[in-house]
T-cell receptor, first 114, second 114 residues
């Protein structure tokens, strides 16, 4: 069965600093990987996804993530944090075959300090 | 509406009572998912519908939980004999196709069992 582990339940960065949210996955078959974001009082929304092809994927609001098979990682980054980035971020995985539901990590809360 | 709509947004009930939570997916989306999110946790899969049928109900915790989607659109999650441990945010998501991992979430129904 596939799973994801998010390192750090809470990350705090200064405005303008690099954002790095860590995600490692476990899957016996090629995975599709996702990052979802949940802003306060809003539903989860897709930030970016990796399926096949280019391992560096870009998403909304300047975020990007790199699929590294050798490290089983899919870390989320943004060069410069904005106050509006404060939210809960979830890494998720689904198998290539699509026969299993989307499995989420426990989430990382990002705080941005002025 | 344009997005996934869930009602009620908040529900407080007493232990032992019956509860129904409703989800109205995005028009035309054939796939519908229910997830449960407890405090400090990521969304946990409950059940997935493709059309009117439950394609995967492996995440339902026990037989007190049941969900229907009789006309392939609106879905209702039903919880019998509620317990305090059922308190959580119940999330509904829809998708235009099966198992792509790209889900559109509602804002959730927060259930509190006293």
């Amino acid at each position: 069965a596939q799973s994801v582990t998010q390192l750090g339940s809470h990350v705090s960065v200064s405005e303008g600093a690099l954002v790095l949210l860590r995600c490692n996955y476990s899957s016996s078959v090629p995975p599709y990987l996702f990052w979802y974001v949940q802003y306060p009082n809003q539903g989860l929304q897709l930030l970016l996804k990796y399926t096949t092809g280019a391992t560096l994927v870009k998403g909304i609001n300047g975020f990007e993530a790199e699929f590294k098979k050798s490290e089983t990682s899919f870390h989320l980054t943004k060069p410069s944090a904005h106050m509006s980035d404060a939210a809960e971020y979830f890494c998720a995985v689904i198998t290539y075959s699509g026969n299993t539901p989307l499995v989420f990590g426990k989430g990382t809360r990002l705080s941005v300090i002025a | 509406g344009a997005g996934v709509s869930q009602t009620p947004s908040n529900k407080v009930t007493e232990k032992g009572k019956y509860v129904e939570l409703r989800c109205d997916p995005i028009s035309g989306h054939t796939a519908l998912y229910w997830y449960r999110q407890s405090l400090g946790q990521g969304p946990e899969f409950l059940i997935y519908f493709q059309g009117t049928g439950a394609a995967d109900d492996s995440g339902l915790p026990n037989d007190r939980f049941f969900a229907v989607r009789p006309e392939g659109s609106v879905s209702t999650l039903k919880i019998q004999r509620t317990e305090r441990g059922d308190s959580a945010v119940y999330l509904c998501a829809s998708s235009p196709s099966r198992d792509t991992g790209e889900l559109f979430f509602g804002e959730g129904s927060r259930l509190t069992v006293l």
